[in-house]
């Protein structure tokens, strides 16, 4: 099992960007052997001055520093069962903050952190917490509506890394399918994590109808601009 970091534990990570109205976004990395293997954090203003965090990241004193100037975080979502390194050192620094996950998640999660949610505790029309179809309640996302258009923010389901750095997250990027040449599902993603293919891949092609959908944030790579292109590619690889 992967080491899980109850103390603030920085690792390289870029600067805080803006992405689109009251939504932030900070790449890090996860050192492996011969290489860097790119996460990120999303972090969504809700409309009352609260924030929710998406797979939470330990970051530099400067980064912390823009992430709370966008609010309160009050919410962090950890998003699957492999991506809880830093919950319980976000708990830490923010006491009252709540931890969701999806209910197929709980229990690993909460090795790291107690769970207060598996279900949308938001109470924000802006912004909804998804249990993903086809993962039993493993895998979550989050649909964010602004006036420019939707953005909706994934976690495994699609990797999109066009540039691994380093030997070891090369290997490791091509030979596991993290999204080197297009966005896919990686192959361990789809061992680990999907159970029904066809409730996935509708669940995909549905998000991809969404008629103002503007880009997919994911936490494994670059973000997508062409959504439903990425969406309804992926949905194919699961018929």
Known sequence: MAKLYDEWRVFPHGPVERIDDGILGVEGEIRMPLGRFPRRMTVVALRDGRTVVFSPVALDARAMRGIESLGTP??????????????????KRYP??????????RKRVEEAVPVDATTDIFDDDSTDFVVVDGTRG????????????????????????????GLGANIMARLFGFGVRRPQMAREVKWLLVKDKAALAAQLRGWAKISDLRRLIVSHGEIIDQPADALNSVALTLD
């Open 74 to 91: 009050a919410f962090m979502v950890i998003p699957n069962r492999f991506h809880r390194l830093d919950a319980g050192a976000w708990k």
């Open 96 to 105: 009252t903050i709540k931890a969701i996950c999806p209910p197929g998640a």
């Open 138 to 165: 493993s895998e979550s996302a989050l649909l964010v509506r602004r006036p420019a258009g939707t953005t909706l923010v994934l976690n495994d389901m699609i990797s999109n890394i066009r540039h691994p750095k």
